[in-house]
């Protein structure tokens, strides 16, 4: 058995006041495949960072094995994944056995990284990043922008391991290959034994009995309150009588006697006072910091017809080459069609047609021209300025935008940020944000849950599934979108 220890580390990035980490300290094993979640922008990238040496900071790392971080820059592009696995003393039998267990060919280790898709490179990486003496893999969401396929193989690639650490918010992905989940809360972090299923449930009932404790708490908070409120006033009456004037005589009565009297009711008041304060201080500080997620609303346009988009034998091109072949679908009001499909078979190329962009194409599509539509676009690299700005131009209410924000775990503090320093999954909460501002007759939302923690997505989900509009989407978390879809079209099939 090998420890991962952490004590007392302190960390903030540059420029902002905010401190990321303050006395963090926490020990985990590196034989545990560990899941790590928790909502976005608390520090998860930042820890695995941190883990890799990549960051300054102030308290102890000590372990006994190598970080390394998930995914690689990979500089040389001109270099194969032998020349690189050679680097390490990894030789080649052994790369070619741990590429067959992630679903590819022994050929592809001769190809230079530039020519490999992403998910090629992701699982080559893998295979000689797990290859390496005395490696720890500090994985970040490695199954971003992968295709089902080839997050499942991952999936079973990593449930034959042993020892990472695993950033996702894919819930049934996290259940296939992990035995430890790491959380981080509002106030800290803690660590359970299980996958992310057991993890919530756990949750779920030890939120249930903190509510209930949270209630008689702040009851207790309002009596002692409203006790020291009446105890106050009480001492204020007997001071004041220090000081009152005979009514027959006019004459002072003896302040002398009164004085001392008040002074004894005053002392008492003071330390009655000071007992109800101390009690009310900590009964706050037993007031649990749970995890609340606020129901989203939806406001979307119900259309007069009831098909809204049509295809008749659609095929679409890219430079030259077909990407699409004869496709024929209708959207309905109230349908949700999860559009799948592996990576490269044109599920974005099509979105982006029916958003009007000029794309070679043949056979028909049908769509009235009145038709609204709401977009979340894949791609959030390009959100910069403030948020004030991005309402602006976008034309959407301010204060219900930040409103909705908010509800999706930002703080205050973060609008008055630049965008271009968000996380990702804050970069994508504001496109997701944006779009539930905009009344439409259909949402289309080309992988919206990237980057989403896990929190946020099941708010999403609750959100669609109460107010049931009208969607076409793309996405690989297969829990949303079989709980989201009421029809499916394959573009692999």
Not at 319 to 345: A, H, P, Q, Y
Request: glycine fraction near 6%; include cysteine; aromatic fraction near 10%.
């Amino acid at each position: 058995m090998s420890l991962i220890s952490i004590k007392n580390l302190n960390f903030t990035h540059e420029g902002n006041a905010e401190a990321v980490f303050e006395n963090l300290s926490i020990v985990l094993d590196s034989s545990w495949k560990t899941g790590f979640i928790g909502r976005n922008g608390r520090g998860k990238t930042t820890l695995l960072k941190l883990l890799a040496g990549e960051y300054k900071y102030t308290g102890t790392i000590s372990a006994s094995v190598n970080f390394d971080y998930f995914p690689p820059k990979i500089k040389e592009v001109e270099k194969n994944a032998l020349e690189t696995a050679q680097k390490f003393g990894i030789e080649q039998w052994q790369l070619e056995k741990e590429v067959s267990l992630l679903g590819l060919d022994k050929e592809i280790l001769t190809r230079a990284f530039k020519t490999l898709s992403g998910g090629e490179q992701t699982k080559v990486m893998l295979a000689i990043l797990f290859l390496k003496e005395n490696s720890f893999l500090l994985l970040d969401e490695p199954t971003n922008h992968l295709d089902f396929k080839a997050a499942q193989t991952i999936s079973w690639y990593l449930k034959r391991k042993k020892g990472f650490i695993l950033v996702s918010h894919d819930r049934s992905f996290l259940d296939e290959c992990v035995d430890h989940i790491l959380s981080i809360n509002k106030t800290g972090m803690e660590i359970c034994r299980g996958n992310f299923s057991s993890w919530q449930q756990n949750k779920e009932q030890k939120d249930s009995f903190e509510s209930a404790q949270n209630i008689k708490l702040a009851k207790d908070i309002r009596r002692l309150e409203a006790a020291a409120k009446e105890t106050a006033k009480w001492s204020n009456k007997t001071e004041q009588g220090k000081y009152h004037i005979d009514k027959g005589s006019g004459a002072a009565l003896d302040k002398g006697f009164i004085g001392h009297k008040s002074a004894k009711l005053m002392q008492r008041s003071k330390n009655a006072q000071n007992l109800r304060s101390k009690a009310i201080d900590e009964k706050s500080k037993l007031l649990k910091d749970l995890e609340y997620a606020s129901e989203l609303k939806l406001s979307f346009l119900d259309y007069p017809n009831k098909r809204l988009i049509e295809t008749v034998n659609l095929t679409l091109f890219r430079r030259g080459c077909t990407v699409i072949d004869k496709l024929n679908f209708t959207i309905e009001s109230g349908e949700r069609i999860w559009l799948k499909g592996i990576n490269g078979c044109g599920k974005s190329t099509l979105l982006k047609f029916i958003l009007g962009e000029n794309i070679a194409h043949a056979g028909q599509i049908y769509m009235p021209h009145n038709l609204k539509i709401s977009y979340v676009p894949q791609d959030t690299s390009a959100l910069n300025g403030s948020l004030k700005e991005f309402a602006k131009i976008s034309q959407i209410d301010e204060s219900l935008f930040k409103t909705i924000l908010r509800k999706l775990d930002f703080s205050r503090e973060q609008f008055d940020k630049e965008m271009s320093g968000f996380s990702n999954g804050q970069k994508k909460k504001v496109f997701i944000a944006k779009s539930l501002c905009e009344s439409a007759h259909i949402y289309i939302w080309d992988e919206p849950l990237n980057f989403i923690d896990l929190l946020s997505r099941i708010q999403i989900e609750n959100l669609l599934l109460k107010y049931r509009p009208a969607m076409l989407f793309t996405e690989h978390d297969k829990t949303f979108a079989q709980k989201i879809a009421t029809k499916i079209v394959n573009l692999s099939e």
